[in-house]
């Protein structure tokens, strides 16, 4: 009888309790209404995206395979995220287990560190598109998209096999409560109660290093695009150019500044409610909003909207 209790305690012991988003709001039930709704329209904006470019053979081009390609990513993070913390919230349950902390976190350091290549793949589709036109088609190749896409999957997979084995073996003999919504490094790394100085500071390069290659890839990109829109003859080139670009950046702005933020900035910056907002906008926030940046802005795949809307409509009108 002592074992079995002693063994249900320690079984206790092993699991985390997400603090949470809604032990912060005063309108728990508001929150996780608007939160559920984000994330239907997240995923509903991220799958009509990819069916409208997989559908359509106009879109069939390297520039709108790294869309779809985001949005899976995009699809990928929320549902990491997002399920869980809502029927926590639902049931009234707050706890997460050592291995589906562990699970959370390798896939959401997979997918962002994936999309931090992935951006910087698509700043470069767009330099060759715009700076080396007549070579476009020989230096964007389908291999090419796959190898370049691969390559984001990759380096994102190594991202998150590196610092989730670390993370989640460092002893927890603190608190056991997380001040987060979900398995965050940071935030899990804060309830260890061994020396983690060595590991955060491998960790603060390891995320520099994942940053800086491709804002470099990125900087660079656009710098030699601005100077070419700039030579261009044609106003009608120049701003769709710009259109086109303008709608990456915005994505890039959003996702690295926030990502900046949390893995870049020392500890003393930092508080629970900080990082918790923050990271709503990058895990949540941006996922719905990406999406519409790319269709609303983008008179290709509005086009392809109303192609397929018109479609159905005659296939109605036939079948009546």
């Not at 039930?29 to 470019?53: D, E, K, P, R």
């Amino acid at each position: 009888m002592d074992n079995s209790i002693w063994v249900a305690n320690y079984t206790e012991q092993l699991d985390f309790i997400l603090m949470g988003l809604f032990s912060q709001s005063k309108y728990p039930i508001l929150l996780c209404v608007v939160i559920f709704v984000i994330f239907l329209m997240a995923l509903s904006g991220n799958i009509m995206l990819i069916l409208l470019i997989y559908s359509d053979a106009h879109l069939h081009t390297p520039m709108y395979f790294f869309i779809s390609q985001l949005s899976l990513m995009d699809m990928i993070y929320i549902s990491v995220i997002v399920p869980k913390m809502l029927m926590d919230q639902v049931m009234g349950k707050n706890k997460i287990s050592a291995p589906e902390c562990g699970m959370q976190m390798f896939l959401y350091l997979t997918v962002g560190g994936s999309e931090y290549f992935l951006l910087a793949a698509m700043a470069y589709d767009r330099y060759v598109a715009i700076c080396h036109p007549l070579h476009y088609s020989t230096l964007m190749s389908h291999k090419m998209w796959l190898l370049l896409v691969s390559g984001c999957w990759f380096l994102g997979s190594v991202d998150g096999f590196m610092l989730t084995p670390i993370t989640m073996t460092f002893p927890f003999c603190r608190s056991r409560e997380i001040h987060h919504f979900f398995c965050e490094v940071p935030a899990v790394m804060k309830l260890s109660c061994s020396d983690t100085s060595l590991y955060e500071t491998l960790m603060y390069l390891c995320c520099v290093l994942m940053l800086l290659i491709p804002v470099t890839i990125i900087s660079s990109s656009y710098s030699f695009i601005l100077l070419t829109i700039h030579r261009m003859n044609s106003a009608e080139g120049r701003k769709k150019a710009f259109m086109t670009c303008s709608s990456h950046m915005t994505v890039v702005i959003l996702f690295y500044g926030t990502s900046t933020y949390s893995y870049m900035f020392p500890s003393s910056y930092h508080t629970s409610e900080k990082d918790m907002a923050v990271s709503i906008f990058y895990t949540i926030l941006t996922p719905v909003l990406n999406p519409l940046i790319y269709s609303l802005r983008n008179k290709d795949v509005t086009g392809a909207l109303k192609n397929l809307l018109n479609v159905e409509s005659a296939f109605q009108r036939t079948m009546k």
